[in-house]
């Protein structure tokens, strides 16, 4: 993935999330990529994956940049931020341009990208990605990496993902207050996507559903591509609010009893298994049996993977995903939630933790940080493929001199006057003369 030019260089990724603010701080090297520190603090600037408070954001994004940094023992500047939120839309286009030179280089593949991503957008919204399912040389459809082959036309057929600009302005506003740079701002579906799935999942057919504080995120992979994505705003808060509501418990008291005693499915909790509820406003604690709170956890996460299963059955790509679903996210740690989600899904399901990465992974070893380290692999991608975009002139050079050799053709500077009509000249003066 990364160049020998793209060696040592910092990556940084910003998971803004609605529960908490996770910067990854990661060096491109030869054997991949080395975390070198992380930073996670809580956020409350956020409503759904929304910036609603604009000061508490910058206040995280702070914290955690700070923590990060002097783990890493780096300077931050510049970072990959991810976004999420209902705002999210995506939609399929096509692109169709002309190979220059008969064969297919990086050039060619931008242009048509370029084509593809030239559709009508409405004026307050602008497009994140262009992704190709597949590109097309001529008649020869499914290519992967049209680059290197012959023909006289391409095509690419793309998914392009579109985010509300001023949710996009707000997240880059956020950070700048703090004296960072956005390289790109990214979808947190895509870059969580990065971190947990294998080539052959993507290959198959997967679903990488990532469940947040506020959102659930669906991203589907068909043939290797991305076919598919959305938001869904619902997601770990949910669950929160309905167990202070239920148990008659403050909300950071909920969330304490959500991650040490909650489960998603019934069945798994014994009988006489008890919990201690906090009261509110002074109240004395009190003795609740354990079931009570997983029968509160457990129709919410249920409807989430209702609405999850609708989604993809909108799609008409379900029979498509033989791999069935990777969780990822901090809500899906929930005891039961693979088997309740195997349940409602029909599929097979999986929980994602980040892989492909070295140094220090164990702090980084969790579904909750999948987003950050995704950030961190499609920033290092990003530097590589600026890298080739910057030798592809040099390495056109080469190529067409290496052709030019192969033929015979020698480039001499042609002389002006050739030695024997020089001659004839100086004849023709002494006779004239």
């Not at 940094?69 to 341009?97: C, F, K, L, N, P």
């Not at 599929?347 to 999948?370: D, E, N, S």
């Amino acid at each position: 993935m990364s160049t020998m030019a793209s060696q040592g260089e910092i990556v940084v990724g910003l998971d803004i999330g609605t529960t908490k603010v996770c910067a990854v701080v990661g060096e491109i090297a030869e054997d991949g990529i080395t975390i070198l520190g992380v930073g996670s603090v809580p956020c409350r600037g956020l409503r759904k994956g929304i910036v609603s408070n604009i000061d508490w954001t910058v206040r995280s994004i702070k914290d955690a940049i700070e923590a990060a940094q002097t783990m890493a023992g780096v300077e931050i500047r510049t970072v990959y931020a991810g976004v999420a939120g209902s705002h999210i839309r995506s939609q399929s286009s096509d692109g169709v341009a002309a190979i220059n030179g008969g064969e297919v280089t990086r050039a060619d593949v931008e242009r048509v990208l370029e084509g593809a991503r030239a559709i009508p957008v409405d004026a307050d919204r602008q497009i994140l990605h262009v992704l190709p399912r597949e590109y097309i040389v001529d008649i020869q459809d499914g290519i992967r990496d049209p680059i290197g082959m012959s023909g006289v036309r391409l095509g690419a057929k793309v998914n392009l993902v579109t985010a509300a600009t001023s949710c996009v302005q707000n997240v880059i506003r956020c950070a700048e207050r703090c004296g960072l740079v956005v390289a790109d701002v990214v979808l947190e579906a895509l870059a969580s996507s990065e971190a947990i799935l294998s080539d052959d999942e993507r290959e198959i057919g997967a679903a990488v559903v990532d469940i947040g504080g506020g959102t659930t995120d669906i991203v589907l992979y068909v043939d290797g591509g991305i076919a598919h994505a959305s938001v869904i705003p619902v997601g770990g808060n949910n669950i929160t609010n309905d167990i202070a509501a239920g148990l008659r418990t403050p909300m950071a008291e909920a969330d304490r009893l959500k991650r040490l005693y909650g489960c998603a499915l019934g069945r798994m909790v014994a009988d006489d298994e008890e919990i201690e509820v906090p009261g509110v406003g002074g109240q004395k604690p009190r003795r609740t049996p354990r079931r009570v709170l997983s029968d509160i956890i457990e129709p919410r996460v249920e409807e989430i993977f209702a609405v999850v299963r609708k989604r993809i059955e909108d799609t008409g790509m379900l029979e498509q995903l033989s791999a069935g679903v990777v969780l990822t996210g901090g809500a899906v740690l929930l005891e039961g939630t693979t088997e309740l989600a195997e349940e409602v899904l029909g599929m097979p399901v999986r929980i994602g933790f980040p892989t492909g990465v070295r140094g220090i992974t164990q702090l980084v070893h969790g579904p909750q940080y999948a987003a950050g380290v995704g950030l961190v692999k499609y920033g290092a991608q990003a530097i590589a493929d600026a890298h080739a975009r910057a030798a592809a002139p040099a390495q056109s050079m080469m190529r067409m001199t290496a052709a030019a050799a192969k033929k015979g053709v020698v480039e001499e500077e042609p002389a002006l006057v050739s030695p024997k009509s020089q001659s004839k000249f100086w004849e023709w003066l002494k006779a004239a003369f």
